[in-house]
């Protein structure tokens, strides 16, 4: 049954509707319990989310048109190079919205010629690799920033726990050791220098 030459219902929905839901799936893992639980940053929830969705049904759309490999990956290239122009997007960002982008393409163009055992293979692989990878101890690094110091009671040796805590509270950051450069106690004030991991990335 046809309305303006237009079918009502083909049997491409039910493909629409599961391959959606697996993407979905996958969007769920990679975004809110990858990217957010380390991240915290709530904006790129509502880009990354809608940019997978988006992306997944205009390319299920367009392969309904028989669109050839070179066509899907210039889409990619055109998706993969969205930059804001506010702000530019970090690397670690930028990196979560090219996994997103790849997925959603990868989900809404699989034909006969893969199984839906080696598509959901290939989102677990993606998944897996997203996860070690942001997990790794080898992609973090200690870093050092050396910093005034008012408190000089807590400058002692005997007090070098409580010196840790406060400055954790001061500048936010998990400070793994402190070293004493000098003291100058007529200000009174210390030069010292701190030492805290970061991501590989900052």
Do not use: W
Not at 20 to 29: A, H, Q, Y
Not at 137 to 153: C, G, P, Q, R
Request: hydrophobic share 50%.
């Amino acid at each position: 049954m046809e309305f303006l030459d237009i079918p009502l219902f083909d049997d491409d929905f039910f493909k629409m509707i599961f391959r959606f839901s697996l993407n979905l799936v996958f969007l769920i893992l990679i975004i809110r319990y990858l990217y957010y639980k380390k991240s915290k940053k709530v904006a790129y929830l509502f880009t990354y989310f809608l940019i997978g969705i988006i992306v997944f049904f205009i390319c299920f759309t367009l392969k309904k048109f028989e669109i050839d490999l070179g066509m899907a990956l210039g889409l990619f290239a055109i998706f993969g190079i969205i930059r804001y122009r506010t702000d530019p997007i970090p690397i670690r960002e930028m990196t979560y919205l090219f996994v997103v982008i790849g997925i959603s393409i990868m989900n809404a163009l699989v034909n006969k010629k893969m199984s839906y055992v080696e598509i959901l293979s290939a989102n677990t692989i993606i998944f897996i690799a997203t996860y070690i990878l942001e997990n790794i101890n080898a992609l973090k690094h200690e870093v050092s920033k050396k910093i005034t110091y008012d408190n000089m009671e807590l400058v002692k040796k005997q007090n070098e726990k409580l010196l840790l805590e406060d400055l954790e509270q001061r500048t936010g950051l998990k400070i793994n050791r402190v070293k004493v450069n000098s003291l100058d106690y007529f200000k009174p004030s210390a030069n010292l220098t701190i030492y805290y991991i970061v991501d590989a990335e900052n």
